[in-house]
T-cell receptor
Framework: RKEVEQDPGPFNVPEGATVAFNCTYS??????FFWYRQDCRKEPKLLMS???SGNEDGRFTAQLNRASQYISLLIRDSKLSDSATYLC????????FGAGTRLTVKP | GAVVSQHPSWVICKSGTSVKIECRSL??????MFWYRQFPKQSLMLMAT?????????EQGVEKDKFLINHASLTLSTLTVTSAHPEDSSFYIC??????????FGSGTRLTVV
């Protein structure tokens, strides 16, 4: 079983749609969790950290369920500029990446 | 904010030659640096973890004699791909961790071996 698993997509959605990504991780001792965004041929950039209580940053909401070892990212009111690959990242002294979920937002 | 400079951004080399990639933390001291490799349409795979002044820890399946990592100072780590072959063509990216700064990525190096 992979350490971090994500649905690879692709997700093709119209502008304004709400889209949700899921991620599961295998190491129950994992300490911290993140969502990164990676544009084509670029380095990943931190989108947001994920906290047990759930956290929101504008149109983005992240949730963590430690019991189920499950992380989610919700994007509301999708913009064209949201098109990218979203990486679920789990940290336990080093960062382990999911394979990423590709999102394309269309006009 | 924390900045990590990685160069070269891209390199094309002949099969059998060696390529050195540098990763520098510009405004903080990086106690730990990570090297990743990403093949097209795949995730970033951790290759090795290096701590300043000590030997790197390599992930299973990564040849330490082929991918030489040196972390001689708190601001510089290098990855040398020795005797590169076409199958080593990939996107290599470093990440640096400083105290209380979390992780910062370099901009990546696209290596093409011909």
């Amino acid at each position: 079983r992979k350490e971090v698993e994500q649905d690879p997509g692709p997700f093709n959605v119209p502008e304004g749609a709400t889209v949700a990504f899921n991620c599961t991780y295998s190491n129950s001792a994992s300490q911290s969790f993140f969502w990164y965004r990676q544009d084509c041929r670029k380095e990943p950039k931190l989108l947001m950290s994920v906290y047990s209580s759930g956290n929101e940053d504008g149109r983005f909401t992240a949730q963590l369920n430690r019991a189920s070892q499950y992380i989610s990212l919700l994007i509301r009111d999708s913009k064209l500029s949201d098109s990218a690959t979203y990486l679920c990242v789990v940290n336990n002294n080093d960062m382990r990446f999911g394979a990423g979920t590709r999102l394309t937002v269309k006009p | 904010g924390a900045v990590v400079s990685q160069h070269p951004s891209w390199v094309i080399c002949k099969s059998g030659t060696s390529v050195k990639i540098e990763c520098r933390s510009l405004d903080f001291q990086a106690t730990t640096m990570f090297w990743y490799r990403q093949f097209p349409k795949q995730s970033l795979m951790l290759m090795a973890t290096s701590n300043e002044g000590s030997k790197a820890t390599y992930e299973q399946g990564v040849e330490k004699d082929k991918f030489l990592i040196n972390h001689a100072s708190l601001t510089l780590s290098t990855l040398t791909v020795t005797s590169a072959h076409p199958e080593d063509s990939s996107f290599y990216i470093c990440s640096a961790m400083g105290q209380a700064r979390g992780y910062t990525f370099g901009s990546g190096t696209r290596l093409t071996v011909v």
